[in-house]
DNA sequence: CTAATTTGCACAATCGATGGTGCAATCACT
DNA sequence: AGTGATTGCACCATCGATTGTGCAAATTAG
């Protein structure tokens, strides 16, 4: 009614209809049937309550009922085509149980995710998802306490169920078919395959051990001199580029790179260089990009496969004492120059 | 203490310290000196909390001072290089300021936007940052009511403040870049310039209006058979590619593109197309991706300022009242083979 | 040594919603 | 009509924190 009005509560209900203000609770949170109110009392109130726009404060609701319809979804970065995109398959699943998502990130640093997962717990979130934490474990310490449910995404845990890429096999893949790629031209010689990016991390770990182990496979030479884990910064990635070439005179034609953000450091050691330095070198990147596909060498991606990692957490969600154990979700190669779909083609547009 | 256990309360410290609750309260919000605390029964009470490892239950806080520490980002989407960006850049200034950020996507649907608005105000936030909503006002008029404080970015509104980027100045700047591109080549003719994507928002109109203008005056020629507005979907805009395509046999020399949305649905064709079709197109972007810079054809890209249009946001939302005018934000033409830092460069990555 | 301050804290109402319990009125049935 | 079951709803404690108010005890002033 009147705008600048404070909210309309179930006390002004409750005077408005006559009714007592539990009353109006019960009709309006839906549970009025078990409370056996009376179907026109119901409607009165749902009335009234449509007339002065009221909505639940769902802070008190909450409070009272120390659950807060909130399921959180902690990510150590926002802005990086693999992460948001689980935010956008997350938000769409989450909202569909007409519950609120909360995408919050932590920069990948294990105090900034500590305080965050303190926070959202504050707020009596009742579901957290966490991906890409540095330490699930501690955060599993928190939520355990708080009685809140929780499942690892992307990296493990090993007490809490935990939903992963299978880094391994994808790197596997990844390896073999960047060697591969190479069957018509030169063969590959094993001093030209290099792996750039990563750190000490679970996923980064099976990465390299997935790449070492196709790589003496395949090229029958150790790879180990061949492994530059530059961290998760796209500036530390360049510097590798950048020194690799200062002593190289060229870049390796084989290019096994990280994630995309490691890939970013690649194209800032491009704009540096002309476009003969990337004549023949194929990169494989562990993460998928649209764009990333369609560069000028030949680029094989793996993607993968967070509606798969999603569905599978929230299925674990449901169960009423998910075992504390590890699921691989298989990731899959992309060849070079797809432009495959992803959550925005589920959202609607319509011309105004 | 025990982790099983329930989270302690101010009533648990009040027993333990042998005070009241109410100086309990003050001691851990930090109001005990205004309300004339003994510094050392604060030091008990602080050592009492941290031993317990106390939180205060914001939702119970929340309710009482009907403020939250919220601050929420309504977005389109997120797994887009600009809202993720945006998203990004946005928390780590609301941590900043000692608050919690809350970031959250509407799918550009007009009905969900108000939605998780009305569900965002239930949650008592105290502040609202609007990217990109379909209707600004409709949703000014919810805050409104609410009290709560807005601004509107990327899409203006007429009823609060909008920070939104210069659009028209802009498109101009691509188009003439796009245009000025071919000086060593054969000059281009007005009808081998198009533009795609977007719709009937004002992002899209002041694009198009720039991109229009500006082709008159360098082209000289009418611009409106040039203008193929495809919404926001990548297929939308395939298709409509492919329907140049059928009908000219090539794509247009020059293109304007809306969006990296719709610059995926460039990507599609491609993958249905060889190499050669596009020997010798230029693409303007206005949108900036580091890898789409990088592709096989000269790739310009117009960076929007998301930084300083936070920054605007932030520095409007701190004044008292400020007016309801539209703040104009220079965004930034970037030439081909750019790799440019992004907020990712901020986050600390230490090798673990 | 008494009066006026100041210090230090406790009390209690309150925010808005929830849900267990109890009670009157109505209905069913012998 | 009397007994028991059912219906329909009101009452009230409660969630955990905040904050205005009041009042002893300690301190200072005169």
New binding site residues.
């Given amino acids: 009614m009147r705008q600048g009005k404070?909210?309309?509560?179930?006390?002004d209900l409750s005077v408005l209809s006559?009714?007592?203000?539990?009353?109006?609770?019960?009709v309006?949170?839906g549970?009025w049937r078990k409370?056996?109110?009376?179907e026109?009392?119901?409607q009165l109130i749902q009335g009234l309550a449509e007339r002065h726009q009221?909505?639940?404060?769902?802070?008190?609701?909450g409070?009272?009922?120390?659950r807060s319809g909130l399921v959180g979804l902690l990510l150590p970065v926002h802005d990086n085509r693999y992460f948001s995109s689980m935010a956008q398959t997350f938000e769409a699943e989450v909202r569909s149980h007409g519950k609120c998502p909360i995408v919050v990130s932590a920069c990948r640093d294990p105090e900034e995710e500590r305080a965050t997962v303190e926070t959202l717990i504050s707020y009596s979130i009742d579901e957290l998802f966490i991906a890409g934490a540095t330490d699930p474990d501690s955060i599993h310490t928190l939520c355990e306490a708080a009685g809140i449910r929780h499942i690892n995404i992307d990296l493990p845990g090993t007490r809490a169920p935990s939903v992963i890429s299978d880094n391994y096999e994808g790197a596997r893949m990844l390896t073999s078919a960047i060697i591969e790629h190479f069957h018509s031209a030169e063969a590959l010689k094993p001093k030209e395959l290099f792996l750039f990016g990563g750190r000490n991390d679970h996923a980064s770990r099976e990465r390299i051990r997935g790449f070492r182990d196709t790589k003496i496979e395949m090229l029958g030479a150790d790879a180990d001199d061949c492994i530059q884990p530059t961290g998760y910064s796209p500036n530390m990635t360049q510097k590798a580029f950048e020194a690799f070439y200062e002593r190289e005179g060229k870049l390796p034609r084989g290019l096994f790179i990280n994630s995309s953000i490691n890939f970013e450091g690649l194209l800032r050691f491009m704009g540096q260089h002309p476009h003969e330095t990337f004549a023949d070198i194929v990169v494989g990147c562990y993460d998928y990009d649209p764009f990333a596909s369609f560069l000028p060498f030949p680029v094989l991606m793996i993607r993968q496969n967070t509606e798969g990692m999603l569905a599978k957490a929230f299925e674990l969600m449901a169960e009423t004492r998910p075992a504390p154990q590890i699921y691989l979700i298989q990731p899959e190669l992309i060849m070079p120059r797809m432009a495959l779909t992803g959550p925005l083609d589920d959202i609607k547009d319509i011309d105004g």
Same sequence: chains 1, 2.
């Fill in positions: 404070k909210k309309a509560t179930i006390y006559g009714c007592s203000a539990s009353t109006v609770s019960a309006l949170n549970s409370r056996r109110i009376k026109s009392t119901a009221y909505t639940a404060n769902l802070q008190a609701r409070l009272r009922s120390s």
